[in-house]
């Protein structure tokens, strides 16, 4: 019997593929074996834990535009990485922000290095187009050679609509090269006008910060990228979505075979509108808004029907007093919140203990479906012979309140502080070694890689 470095033992083991009782052989970076005889250097009890693949969030905000005044979003790659880890999180996608005197290329190979040098977590990155010109698409056709299989661009900077054409052209050039297009679905022209009319109305603060985004700017964006799609053929990743009529829309979309993929964030999942009504509502601003209660339903029942194909953070970590600073309006935003430490216990509390939706599809959301989309299935996204270990040791039972001191981010609070979670990992495997247990990080920055990704896989 060979020596393995790593057992663990007794979990009962969820995949997407599978849910049964097993005991996990570990060798270097890799699962090797599941089930049967084994011997190891050192073996991790997971006795009545579930053991589950770890996550991949494939959107976060854990760098700032280089250049860019303070204040701005306050974790690196190592604080990033922390938080994700302690949540279950192996991987986090991370938004580029290329600088205007850079290529695409040239700002990926800027953040690359810094990735390399602080994170834990292994790390994706999405390059973002602010704009589309000829010189930003020259890059396209290489970014899969070097790795990459992805593109964002915002449909709601006032950039956009000047340019739509050179957008749709990025989008289909995308397609025809293995990668996905990631669209922010906002109408800039509709959300100006709805803060025009609030701020003459004296409405500026940002206790109306809802109304000054509206749903139908949301639906008329998501429909716009579906058209990129249609006539592109190119697969198309709705990011952050949070509304139900334009979850109808890309379930339309879905329905006619089209490949169009929906992510939500957990904003969207536990909070409503209201709260912008708080004395401290500021800190709940993001992009879009929050929406309202049959909203949630039916995102909610989007995840478990499989309209809604992943749950990522969008983790944009501000200072709570750079949040509620008196200066911020309708027209003057510093939109994004902490998240990643708490996404896989929220889902698995409020999702799969309240009987919302399954542990698998928990799992093919928070991981699996990630890893076919961005080129990593089946190296990540499953726990199978072969596979990098990447696993999160989960238990079911423990019940924490949630409180800003637990954070492994550098932000000072969450937006859930004091809601009471059942269910939290206790360990955390990157590539085979143990980076995160009993609310330690035991991971080195400097040790998280930029996995090579292959082309987009349809779902
Ligand atoms: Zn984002």
Not at 247 to 276: D, I, K, N
Not at 408 to 421: F, L, P, Q, T
Request: with cysteine; glycine share 8%.
């Amino acid at each position: 019997m060979t020596q393995l470095d790593l057992i663990i033992r007794n979990g009962r083991v969820v995949t997407e593929a599978m849910d049964a009782v097993a005991d996990i052989g570990i060798s270097g970076e890799k699962v090797v074996q599941i089930g049967g005889e084994m011997n190891a250097a050192r073996a991790v009890d997971a006795t009545g834990k579930l053991v589950i693949p770890g996550g991949i969030d494939a959107h976060v905000h854990v760098t700032s535009q280089p250049g860019k005044q303070p204040p701005r979003w306050v974790d690196d790659f190592t604080s990033g990485s922390a938080a994700a880890l302690a949540g279950g999180i192996t991987t986090i996608g991370n938004m580029t922000q290329v600088t205007p005197d850079e290529t695409p290329l040239q700002g990926l190979a800027r953040e690359a290095e810094q990735a390399r040098r602080e994170a834990i977590a292994d790390v994706l990155l999405h390059p973002i187009f602010g704009t589309a010109g000829e010189e930003m698409l020259a890059d396209v056709p290489q970014l899969l050679e070097q790795g990459h299989n992805s593109v964002k661009y915002f449909m709601s900077t006032p950039v956009f609509d000047g340019q739509a054409a050179n957008y749709l052209e990025l989008t289909r050039l995308a397609g025809e090269h293995d990668l996905i297009t990631l669209i922010h679905c906002e109408d800039f022209p509709l959300i100006q006008e709805a803060t025009r009319k609030l701020v003459a109305a004296g409405k500026s603060s940002l206790r109306y910060y809802a109304e000054s985004r509206p749903v139908i700017s949301e639906v008329v964006a998501t429909q716009r990228a579906v058209a990129f799609s249609e006539e592109t053929g190119a697969p198309v990743y709705i990011v952050h979505l949070s509304c139900e009529r334009a979850l109808e829309v890309c379930a339309e979309a879905q329905a006619r075979g089209l490949p169009v993929y929906v992510e939500t964030r957990p904003f969207y999942l536990h909070l409503t509108s209201e709260r912008f009504a708080e004395p401290d509502g500021a800190k709940y601003v993001g992009q879009p808004p929050l929406r309202e209660p049959s909203d949630v339903d039916a995102i909610w029942a989007g995840i478990r029907q499989g309209t809604v194909n992943t749950v990522c953070t969008d983790h944009a970590p501000w200072s709570l007093a750079d949040k509620l600073d008196p200066e911020l309006s309708v027209e003057n935003l510093r939109p994004g919140a902490e998240n990643l430490q708490v996404m896989l216990p929220m889902l698995y509390s409020e999702g799969v203990r309240a009987g919302r939706i399954s542990l698998q599809r928990m799992i093919q959301v928070l991981s699996t479906n990630a890893a076919r989309l961005f080129g990593l299935y089946p190296q990540k996204g499953t726990i199978a012979p072969g596979s990098d270990a990447d696993i999160a040791i989960f238990d079911p039972d423990e019940t924490l309140t949630i409180d800003a001191t637990m954070l492994k981010s550098n932000a000072d609070y969450s937006v859930y502080d004091g809601w009471e979670i059942t269910g939290w990992p206790i360990t955390t495997i990157r590539r085979g070694e143990i980076v995160y247990e009993n609310g330690h990080l035991t991971g080195a920055p400097g040790t998280g890689i930029l996995p090579r990704r292959g082309p987009t896989m349809a779902l």
